[in-house]
């Protein structure tokens, strides 16, 4: 089952606009991952937050993680066409588990 | 990118077949992973390694067997292939430190599956 539920399935948004992706989880986490998935390609790791920090930056992207809602966000900023693609979220456990969600598609029209 | 390759890359098969998928890495990175990609569905672990010969259960093990003889490469086993098994299936590996899961992990372009 899954743990890490984004929302929304799916965003379309301009060049220029700024992309917020949603994950939300059930269980206590130890870190929160996002990837971007290309159509046909793997995931492509973008940023690692641990359970104690709250928010995390790395170029155009802001990572925000609050442990007492369960919940992280993913946004882009400044978007670009060649940020279509999938994202997803994935919550490790202390247990050596990790679960993905089901992932937003995003599409960025030039 | 890392040094990560999947074969096949594309594979169609009978059911009740045996296959088996390889996923091979230059990083000599400690963990392996295999994991299945359904629509739907996001990620779903199959198995995973933290070591030569050293390989645990994940979320969806069951009709899958892996093997690790060598630190870089693990391969994934359908014993016998069913049509559930359908699927696009994808290699990862994360550096030793602080654990499996507490790591980035990077991922090969995978393999697609069909069972017909």
């Known amino acids: 089952s899954q743990q890490g539920e984004e929302d929304p399935q799916a965003l379309s948004i301009q060049e220029g606009e700024n992309a917020t992706m949603n994950c939300s989880y059930k269980t206590s986490i130890n870190n929160l991952q996002w990837y971007r998935q290309n159509s046909g390609r793997g995931l492509v790791h973008l940023i690692l937050i641990r359970s104690n920090e709250r928010e995390k930056h790395s170029g155009r992207l802001r990572v925000t993680l609050d442990t007492s809602k369960k919940s992280s966000s993913l946004l882009i900023t400044a978007s670009r066409a060649a940020d279509t693609a999938s994202y997803f979220c994935a919550t490790g456990s202390n247990n050596n588990d990790m679960r993905f969600g089901a992932g937003t598609r995003l599409t960025v029209k030039p | 990118d890392a040094g990560i390759t999947q074969s096949p890359r594309h594979k169609v098969t009978e059911t009740g077949t045996p296959v088996t998928l390889r996923c091979h890495q230059t990083?000599?990175?400690?963990?392996m992973y295999w994991y299945r990609q359904d629509p739907g569905h996001g990620l779903r672990l199959i198995h995973y390694?933290?070591?030569?010969?050293?390989?645990d259960k994940g979320e969806v093990s069951d009709g899958y067997s892996v093997s690790r003889s060598k630190t870089e490469d693990f391969l994934l086993t359908l014993e016998s292939a069913t049509s559930s098994q359908t699927s696009v299936y994808f290699c990862a590996i994360s550096e030793s430190g602080t654990g499996a899961f507490a790591q980035p992990q990077h991922f090969g372009d995978g393999t697609r599956l069909s069972i017909l």
């Open positions: 990083e000599n990175h400690r963990y």
């Open positions: 390694s933290y070591g030569v010969k050293d390989t």
